[in-house]
């Protein structure tokens, strides 16, 4: 199983994934295109915050980053008049702290990530994309922002016209994706609810993975991570209109026309579930809002079912016209 993953809302499925699927048949390969040097330091966001999900260190209050977390070195930085629109709490500088050192030391992505998940004691394999910078620009209104610069500083309000992922073109997916991608016994591959326009494209915009997905011969699901036409949080419904589709489950599905063969999509949008079966998408209707782990672990499980029939041979329809 190949799970393409964002930040927070990707990191909720993944989670019921790691809890339904043996560590040996599952890899989630995590969206490195908002990953930034700042301070000095190597932080990515993505992977940090599937790592924080699957050990059960995030601080599920305020959504992202770690439980317990403590702001000192944000004051201490303020104080300083240092550059203050990121927020690193003090614990979470640690990870930025340990990976930057041993990035520079000449250790990839890749170990760097392997190495803190088995420390965390998570089992399943956590991935970048690759180990080549990737980094995503947004091209707004008011000229091209560098990804945290228009999310995090910009709290995404500039209209985005375009988006690009630079150094794409030369990134290749980091060895572990590679080798889950050249398996012949994928199962599934999963979309977790993430931002179709910022946590799953960088991953689709890396040479070659959309192909070699489609060549796994696995059936390919996503979750949408819309909601009645609302993302549950970020711009994931802002962008969609900005970049001239209407918020909602079908565009989703157009969006991963050529890729994702089955949407898995809430029940508040089972008004569209003719639609999209019109378009050759076969939808899969049920709760798809993540508060607990048996939340996670349930969509999660569903998931994989409705990826396990859309593989299998249809079944004999009987025919018309009997007794
Ligand atoms: P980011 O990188 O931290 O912004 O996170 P992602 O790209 O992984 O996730 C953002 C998306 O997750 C948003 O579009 C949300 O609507 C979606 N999302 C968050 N929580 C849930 C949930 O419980 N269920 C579903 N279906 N989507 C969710």
Redesign the pocket.
Known sequence: MIAL?????????AFGLARAVAPQDLTIVV?TG?DFEHLGLSVS??ID?VLYTLSGLSDRERG?GRTGETWGFMSALRQLGGEDWFNLGDRDLAMHVERSWRLRAGESLSQVTARTARTLGIGTAIVPMSDAPVRTVVETAQGPLSFQRY?VEARAEPRARAIRFEGAEAARPSPAFAAALDRRDVAAVVV?????Y???DPILAVPGVRDRLAALGAPVVA?????AG????????KLMAELGAEPGVLAVARHYRGLATGL?I?QADAGDAAALRAMGVTPHVTG????SDE??TR?AQETLRFAADLSAPPRAVAAHGGP
């Open positions: 993953c964002g930040g927070v809302g990707g990191a909720k499925l969206n908002d966001p993505d915050t992202w999310f977790c609810p993430s931002n179709p910022l946590s799953v979750v949408s991570p819309i909601i609302q993302a549950l949080k970020g711009p994931a419904a898995v809430d798809t809002i993540m508060h939340d996670r969509l």
